[in-house]
């Protein structure tokens, strides 16, 4: 009777595992569906934004999936979008993370439907490569120091050769990219009038309004700080229809 017992016992135990492990499979089988539905919606944005960039990676975070699938709201779900490229500059990757996303179950799986997220966040790095582009100024040498853009650029005036050492700070306002030059001067040189008034001239043109590639999803930037490897971009937006 004891050894019946045990036998039942370790039949139960066996089912169970089972269950569970056929729970995981639907669970993952589930989640990699809804991935694919939103890699095909982040790819016709991409398209309808007229930029370039890699095929998405999604992942649909949280778990078990299929908890967040009854309840038709989703944790969170994370897209990568890789060499994205517009207007000569070069994000080598977007990395964009929804939260509170809501969709039926129909929806994440068939396609067809609405898919919001209650908040989106971008985060990418432009390179200096692609920052210097957006000057259209030949010599150029962009880089960071100490939390400002430094701008160094080989000038003729008259008959005096100078290098321009400009130092700016960059902000963000109304989702525009600033540069604003608040010193600028010559490198190792003493300047003729002409060289200086030449000087004086550049402070302004250096100062410029930066033209970043579209986001999608109505991605806004709020933030950008001066990094040794580029210009780190922060973007938001609040409820924001991922497909309709």
Not at 78 to 90: D, F, G, P
Not at 116 to 138: I, K, N, P, W
Request: hydrophobic share 45%; no cysteine.
């Amino acid at each position: 009777m004891a050894r019946r017992g045990r036998r039942w016992g370790i039949g139960l135990t066996i089912v169970f595992v089972l269950l569970v492990g056929l729970l995981l499979v639907v669970d993952r089988v589930g989640a990699w569906a809804a991935e694919r539905t939103v890699e095909e919606k982040v790819s016709n944005e991409v398209d309808e934004l007229g930029i370039a960039a890699s095929d998405p990676e999604v992942t649909v975070g949280g778990f078990p999936f299929v908890t967040q699938v009854l309840e038709g709201k989703y944790e969170e779900i994370t897209i990568v979008l890789r060499n994205v490229s517009a207007n000569r500059v070069t994000m080598p990757v977007l990395d964009i993370r929804a939260t509170g996303v809501n969709a039926a179950m129909n929806t994440l799986m068939s396609g067809e439907g609405s898919i919001t997220a209650d908040r989106v966040v971008g985060t990418a790095t432009v390179g200096y490569a692609s920052v210097r582009a957006l000057f259209d100024q030949e010599g150029l040498e962009v880089g960071a120091e100490n939390g400002q853009l430094r701008l160094r650029l080989p000038l003729t005036a008259g008959q005096q050769s100078i290098t321009a050492v400009a130092l700016a700070n960059v902000a963000v306002s109304q989702g525009v990219v600033r540069v604003a030059v608040v010193d600028i001067r010559a490198e190792g040189a003493q300047l003729l009038p002409s060289a200086q008034r030449l000087l004086d001239t550049y402070k302004s043109r250096l100062s410029v309004q930066l033209r970043l590639p579209p986001l999608p999803f109505r991605l806004r930037v709020e933030n950008v700080q001066v990094r040794p490897e580029g210009l780190a971009v922060t973007a938001s937006a609040q409820g924001v229809p991922i497909s309709s």
